[in-house]
């Protein structure tokens, strides 16, 4: 088992998809479990998801970025039929020791994004892709793949709910200590470490003073969109750190619910709930695209 991070003499030239499994190792992942407290970060949340979920019908979920299990087992313990896929083994044996905690067998499921469709089986009302996990693809054709993958495990008019990091604030504005982010209080610290349009490393300081670090591509919120109407999605709804309306603010997280329903825009049939309905922001496929 891998105790120490790797990224070898220069960090910042690691940009690849596939480096996500070196950087969860053991040590990183259970050290932000114990500090992380799961209630906090449940009222943060709220029940933003769950009722974003049974707005729209959703009861077969598939959370692709499992992690160690954080919203697999709120799905779960709120009544929603839930796999729990993830491509880190380390991480899905974390999340099923911490659902054998609380009573729940977990069904996981080890599937790297890109090839999804040939382990996880079946199709879904939801596809779920949280905890800004999707920053972790480095190459355009990993990220439309991906998508593509999380598109056709959706049932015909099913969800994909994918958050991020705001990065485009970090990106246009610089970094500064209000891109310092504290974890349950002030025990984890996370801040940009350096950031260019290819990359953000993160630095997360824990309070024994252990310092791990996370290479990520800083997608920017335009493009994210743009990536997930290119693959087929039709309508998607941008949230902004769980709130309804954001645009006033500078929200650190955005979350985007993309719809797969086809509908006719002449006639309106078919479609799903309104903007009006919805709250959030919807964005038209040509939206804020990158410069
Ligand atoms: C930042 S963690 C988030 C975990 C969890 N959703 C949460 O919010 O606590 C990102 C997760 O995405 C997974 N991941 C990253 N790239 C992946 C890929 N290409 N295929 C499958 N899982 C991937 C990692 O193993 C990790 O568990």
Request: glycine share 4%; hydrophobic share 30%.
């Given at each position: 088992?891998?105790?120490?991070?790797?990224?070898?003499?220069d960090p910042i030239a690691v940009r690849e998809t596939d480096h996500y499994k070196e950087e969860y190792i053991k040590g990183f992942v259970s050290k932000w479990d114990q500090l992380i407290d799961w209630n906090a970060r449940a009222n943060s949340e709220g029940d933003f998801f769950i009722r974003v979920l049974r707005e729209r019908g959703a009861h077969k979920i598939l959370d692709v970025a499992t992690g160690t299990g954080f919203h697999s087992i709120r799905l779960i313990e709120a009544g929603f039929d839930v796999v729990s896929a993830d491509g880190s083994p380390e991480m899905l044996a974390r999340a099923f020791e911490n659902g054998r905690k609380r009573g729940h067998i977990l069904r996981t499921v080890q599937a790297d994004w890109r090839w999804l469709n040939r382990d996880v089986h079946g199709k879904y009302d939801a596809v779920i892709c949280l905890g800004n996990s999707f920053t972790h693809l480095f190459e355009e054709r990993d990220r439309r793949k991906a998508l593509a993958e999380f598109y056709a495990a959706l049932r015909h008019d099913g969800i994909l709910i994918l958050d991020q990091r705001n990065y485009d604030s970090i990106l246009d504005h610089g970094f500064s200590t209000k891109h310092v982010f504290y974890y349950c209080g002030e025990n984890i610290r996370a801040e940009p470490e350096h950031m260019d349009p290819g990359l953000a490393r993160f630095r997360y300081t824990f309070p024994d003073k252990s310092v791990y670090h996370l290479n990520m591509f800083p997608l920017r919120k335009g493009y994210t969109t743009r990536l997930m109407h290119e693959v087929g999605f039709q309508t998607i709804s941008t949230y902004g750190d769980f709130q309804?309306?954001?645009?006033q603010d500078?929200?650190?997280?955005?979350?985007?619910?993309?719809e797969k329903q086809w509908y006719d825009k002449a006639e309106g049939a078919h479609r799903g709930p309104t903007e009006a309905e919805r709250g959030g922001e919807d964005s038209p496929p040509e939206d804020d695209l990158p410069a």
């Open positions: 088992m891998q105790e120490q991070q790797d990224f070898g003499q309804e309306t954001y645009r500078d929200p650190d997280f955005f979350i985007h619910v993309a």
